[in-house]
Structure formats: C-alpha cells, structure tokens
C-alpha cells in the first residue's frame, strides 16, 4: 500500500479533526440551497437543484468506486486526499470537497443564459451550446486546479494513466469531472420534473449500494 493511502486512512471519518471553518461554510451551502428553492418556487424553474444534486451524487459516486480501487489492488486508489483536513469521509474525498460539489452544479447552471431546458434554442459559446461549452469550460478549471493541489501534495496519485501529464489528464478530465456535468445535461434532459429528480437520485442509489456491500465485505475507504 502506498504512503499516501496509509495516510489517507488514518483519521478517516474521525470526527476529533473536525474545525469551527465548517459551520461557515455548512452555512454558505446551505444559504445558496435555501436561496435557489424559492427562486424555484417563485419561477418554477428547478433546474440549478436538480444540477446541484446531479453533480453532487456524480462525485459521491466516483469516490465510491474509487474506494473500491483501493481495497482490491491494495495498493491505491485512483486519487487519495492525505493531506489535512476538517473531515477526511473516504480516502479520496474530504469535506472540503463535499462542499465544493455540492454548489458546483449550481454554479454551471447559473453560468447559462437561459434556464435549460427551455423551448427557445439555447445560447450558444464558442459555437457550442452553452451548456456543454461550460461543461467542458468548467472541466478544464477543475482539472487545472487538481493538479495545482497534486503538485501541492494534496491530491496524491498513484498510476501513470493517471497524472500530471497532457495524456494523463484526459480520464481526469473526463471521468473526473466531465461526465458529472454530462449527467446533469442528461437529468435537466427529461420531461418531468420526477424524471428529473429520479435521474439525479440514481448515483446516490448505486453509491450507497457500493458502499454498503463493501460494509459488508470489510471494506475500508
């Protein structure tokens, strides 16, 4: 096992490391929820929640699996989180980065010019529909931030498909950030708002199913 999942793993979901910055920034994300649901109930648009659940469950879901890389090689996950933290929640994923999730596909949402779906064509960037033309704009940041934190030893990974390379940040790129934004599109994509919702939901379902079979294995991430 490398020495960067040791460390992962020590401490993990240990709540004597938590710190008062948390209640802030609980807050903050509450503040901007609490603020787009009567924004939806006042204009019946749900589509910022709905992006807002769909990229948050996304990313629950890639640490999950994530986790799973870890326990069969037993070497490493595809990315580990060793550095300090308030709150390490698997050996990849912190609170930090809970919270940052949990507001980012509100924030592409607002990006856009026009709620989406919407009967009108929608705006268009850099010859792409804007909603795809901020997903790959937003993937590309995110990416270029992970490797400011990988080079800063925050973010530590493990595998030479995987790195700081131009070839090595394609699958990051794409599977760690892209198809978040992808799915979003897919969920606001539905007719119905319970259509939706229900798509939105799916990566917590599978998630926690995930997660609770390697409970029951013995699994630890």
């Given at each position: 096992m490398t020495e960067a999942s040791i460390r992962a793993l020590s401490g993990l979901r240990d709540l004597s490391t938590l710190?008062?910055?948390?209640?802030?920034?609980?807050?903050?994300?509450?503040?901007?929820?609490?603020?787009?649901?009567?924004?939806?109930r006042a204009t019946g648009d749900w589509g910022a929640l709905v992006a807002g659940a769909a990229v948050l469950g996304a990313d629950y879901l890639n640490e999950s699996w994530n986790g799973w890389v870890l326990a069969?090689?037993?070497?490493?996950?595809?990315?580990?989180?060793?550095?300090?933290?308030?709150?390490?929640?698997?050996?990849?994923?912190?609170?930090?980065?809970?919270?940052?999730?949990?507001?980012?596909?509100?924030?592409?949402?607002?990006?856009?010019?026009?709620p989406f779906p919407a009967s009108e064509p929608q705006g268009r960037l850099l010859g792409l529909p804007e909603t795809w033309a901020?997903?790959?704009?937003?993937?590309?940041?995110?990416?270029?931030?992970?490797?400011?934190l990988n080079a800063g030893?925050?973010?530590?990974?493990?595998y030479p498909f995987w790195e700081r390379t131009a070839l090595g940040a394609i699958p990051i790129f794409v599977i760690g950030y892209f198809w978040f934004f992808a799915w979003a599109i897919l969920a606001l994509s539905r007719r119905s708002l319970r259509g939706r919702a229900a798509l939105a939901a799916l990566p917590y379902l599978v998630a926690t199913l995930l997660n609770v079979a390697a409970a029951l294995l013995g699994f630890r991430y």
């Open positions: 710190q008062w910055y948390v209640i802030p920034l609980l807050a903050l994300v509450f503040y901007i929820y609490v603020t787009e649901i009567g924004r939806a069969l090689t037993g070497r490493s996950a595809l990315w580990t989180a060793p550095g300090p933290t308030a709150l390490r929640t698997m050996v990849g994923w912190n609170i930090e980065i809970m919270f940052m999730f949990a507001i980012l596909g509100i924030i592409w949402y607002r990006s856009l010019s026009k901020f997903a790959l704009g937003y993937s590309a940041v995110s990416v270029a931030v992970e490797c400011v030893g925050q973010l530590v990974w493990a």
